[in-house]
């Protein structure tokens, strides 16, 4: 049973999507003479809600379309002006008398490839694990505990001083299990530009008053935890824009 109302519902949306969807589409379009991509350019301000819509994927729109779209988010960013022009052209959209769409378009297009590109880099740092035979990666960890305990030299690089910084162990390289380089240098960051907030944290986590579950306020796997905030502060400043 479960089974058949599955097909049944991909039935009607597959119904929904190549026809009524598309006769609605036209009718909309007759009716206010603009196409889905220009309503989307000129009903949303400049900023993350306009740039989700027209990365968002949906199976309505143009195989030719979504082609192009895909092109541009791939070719160098001085060559997307010409894809934005053969997007304009499908659409049979006139630069003359729409001027502003193109200009609006190019900057999503940009928007979205600048943020595939910078995934696809965090997730490398997140793939590269740590490794202690490395000098870069060893200097980034010593820099840390300078920074988190600048009057407090390191007796030994495998030492339970790691764990008054949040570590849990006497090697902190089993720490970056989970996030790769990348909890390193996300602490590293935070110690760095935020020095203040990094060591008042620490020293919160350090008091037996504090209700801090050993010292997660500075573990690299609690990095994790912040991803759907910082999308969602993200998200919110480009509105704002």
Known sequence: MKHFLRVVTQFFVFLYCKCLWRSLKFVIRKFTGRCELQRICYNNKHGARRTLKIGMPNSARE??????LQSALSVPPDKVE??????MTLKKINPDTNPQLGISLQGSLLQIAGYRNLVAEVEKFRREAYDCENVKHE???MKLWKELRPDTPLTARISKQWCEIGFQGNDPKTDFRGMGLLG????LYFAEHDKA?????????LQPKRKYVGHLCLTPDTLK?????????CEQKSDKK
Request: aromatic letters at 6%.
């Open 184 to 187: 390193l240098l996300n602490l």
């Open 63 to 68: 195989a030719h379309f979504l082609t192009l």
């Open 139 to 141: 200097e980034m960890l």
């Open 82 to 87: 010409k894809t934005v022009e053969d997007i």
């Open 197 to 205: 907030t990094a060591l008042q944290m620490l020293n919160d986590s």
């Open 225 to 233: 935890d912040t991803q759907s905030l910082f999308e969602e502060k």
